[in-house]
């Protein structure tokens, strides 16, 4: 389980989903790994110079390393990621360089909060590398991320209007532990990167149908979309209904974390698409 890449990963959003799984009962034993982004959650922040392809690399020695806790896993190798961890998984499986059994793709995303709002013109692209650079400088880097990132009303804000679908379900324990992540070494680094579009897998939405549409007949891919998703989000979600390479498509309640607000929904979902994929057909 890969979280939300975000200003505030964290592997806590998919801990209900997993207890959850696992305490079923079924003919399968699952074991869940839920593991956090280099430069997110709980992990080390060195600075780098992050990207997609940073971030795909991670993902392809996780599953391949002789020394990985999934290297045990052999066939039965099951990836769910959110936003863009769906659609960096889905990638590296088209290039061949992962090789899971399947792959549910939880409220995918492929732009970041600037260029999906702004656009990617020469223009944008200059003021989105102005500032990066000013997010990565020494101290005013650390004013600006402040502003922008590191503070508890901002957090509020964002889970308020687009991360969360209902905003009573916002709760102060939820912002201040996201607002704790803000303060570690180097939290800055992964979210300049982020935010001015650098993590994105790919360009365009011809582009993110046509990454699912290469596991056609590979491997099952399962799409879970939002009824809550901004707007623009929600648009790439529908792209791929229907589409290529996509087994399955799914609409739960959730906007973009609908694996932590409506854990046992989600959950549910993933549970019925592992008994599809694992149970032996008649």
């Known amino acids: 389980m890969i979280p939300t890449i975000s200003d ?15 305490q079923r009962v079924g003919k399968v034993n699952w074991r869940t790994t839920i593991v956090d982004w280099p430069g ?15 971030m795909e690399n991670f993902l392809v020695d996780l599953m391949n390393s002789p020394n990985s806790p ?33 792959i549910a793709a939880v409220a995918p995303t492929w732009a970041g909060p ?8 020469s223009n944008m692209e200059s003021r989105y590398g102005l500032l990066r650079g000013t997010l990565r400088a020494p101290a005013v ?29 916002v709760t102060p ?9 803000t303060k570690r070494q180097g939290a800055r680094y992964v979210p300049a990167a982020f935010l001015t579009g650098l993590l994105d897998p790919v360009q365009s939405r011809e582009e993110f149908v046509g990454l699912f549409a290469g596991l056609e007949g590979r491997i099952p891919v399962l799409v879970m979309s939002t009824s809550g998703a901004p707007k623009r ?19 739960v309640p959730g906007a973009l974390l609908p694996q932590e607000e409506y854990p046992i929904i989600v959950a549910e979902e993933l549970y019925r698409f592992l008994h599809e994929t694992f149970e032996p057909k008649n």
């Open 173 to 181: 324990d939820i912002i201040e532990s996201r607002y704790a992540l």
């Open 70 to 102: 999934l290297s045990s896993l052999d066939n039965d190798l099951v990836v769910f990621g959110g936003g863009h961890a769906a659609t960096l998984t889905v990638r590296a499986a088209k290039k061949g360089l992962v090789k899971p059994t399947a």
């Open 114 to 121: 600037l260029p999906i709002v702004f656009g990617r013109d």
């Open 233 to 251: 989000s929600k648009a790439e979600m529908e792209a791929l209904k229907e589409a290529k390479g996509v087994s399955k498509f799914v609409e």
């Open 40 to 54: 997110l959650g709980y992990s080390d922040r060195p600075k780098l110079d992050y990207n997609a392809d940073v």
């Open 8 to 22: 505030v990963s964290t592997v806590d959003e998919w801990r209900s989903v997993a207890k959850d799984i696992i």
């Open 141 to 169: 880097g650390w004013m600006m991320y402040n502003v922008l990132v590191s503070n508890e009303n901002a957090i509020q804000s964002q889970y308020k209007s687009h991360v969360y679908e209902n905003s009573e379900n």
